[in-house]
């Protein structure tokens, strides 16, 4: 079978590509509005570009009527956000935040979590999260036509919060962590762990 993604719809092409493109890292993502409004939402769109300088952006898309999600309006304002880390443990509290609650309402409440004041952007960080990355925006990228815009946020890192008992001898132990990671869309709402592991060594070269 071949596809060519022109031909689609949009429903169809993501049903495909978040398939593709699988596991994916889940950007947590928490901003501030102009008002001091927290916001806290999930996106599986999410990558590191570079590690000198610290550069990671995510994906944020337009809601179906083609309004735009707080996440991004928070980010156009502010130019500021932090990235928290989801383990296991916090893979509930990251669904509740996924839902559409209106810019009054704070997700940190309904999903019972702790908004801790960042050390160097307005954002709050995840309190029980157990890395927590402090962005500035360098760039956002469009792609898409109005109404249906999707935007992909680029920042640099500025600095890192990291739980020291995740970090024995001053390394991250990833298998600690027991982070969770975004599936395909069939069956739909799919997760995966990272407790399931194996150690391939490159190839001397």
């Known amino acids: 079978m071949n596809l060519e993604p022109k031909d689609l719809n949009a429903r169809d092409i993501y049903r495909?590509?978040?398939s593709v493109v699988s596991p994916k890292p889940i950007a947590?993502?928490?901003?501030?509005?102009?008002?001091?409004?927290?916001n806290l939402a999930p996106f599986s769109m999410y990558t590191m570009l570079s590690t000198v300088p610290a550069v990671l952006g995510f994906g944020v898309s337009a809601y179906h009527d083609g309004g735009k999600k707080d996440t991004i309006k928070n980010v156009e304002a502010t130019n500021e956000f932090v990235i928290n880390l989801v383990t296991?443990?916090?893979?509930?509290?990251?669904?509740?935040?996924?839902?559409?609650?209106?810019?009054?309402?704070?997700?940190?409440?309904?999903?019972?979590?702790t908004p801790v004041r960042s050390a160097m952007?307005?954002?709050p960080r995840v309190g029980q999260s157990p890395i927590s990355l402090e962005c500035r925006v360098l760039e956002i990228l469009r792609f898409g036509s109005e109404p249906m815009v999707n935007s992909f946020i680029v920042g640099e890192v500025l600095l890192v919060h990291l739980d020291d008992k995740y970090?024995?001898?001053?390394?991250?132990?990833?298998?600690?962590?027991?982070?969770?990671?975004?599936?395909?869309?069939?069956?739909?709402?799919?997760?995966?762990?990272?407790?399931?592991?194996?150690?391939?060594?490159?190839?001397?070269s």
């Not at 296991?88 to 019972?112: C, D, H, Q, R, Y």
């Not at 990272?194 to 060594?201: A, E, L, P, V, W």
Request: charged content about 25%.
């Open 28 to 38: 947590w993502v928490s901003t501030v509005d102009l008002v001091g409004r927290n």
């Open 88 to 113: 296991e443990e916090l893979s509930v509290a990251m669904n509740i935040t996924s839902s559409s609650f209106p810019p009054e309402v704070s997700e940190f409440e309904k999903a019972g979590l």
């Open 167 to 204: 970090c024995p001898g001053g390394v991250i132990d990833s298998e600690r962590l027991k982070i969770v990671g975004r599936l395909g869309a069939q069956p739909p709402d799919l997760y995966c762990r990272t407790t399931d592991t194996f150690i391939m060594k490159r190839p001397e």
């Open 16 to 18: 495909i590509f978040v």
């Open 121 to 123: 952007v307005a954002p």
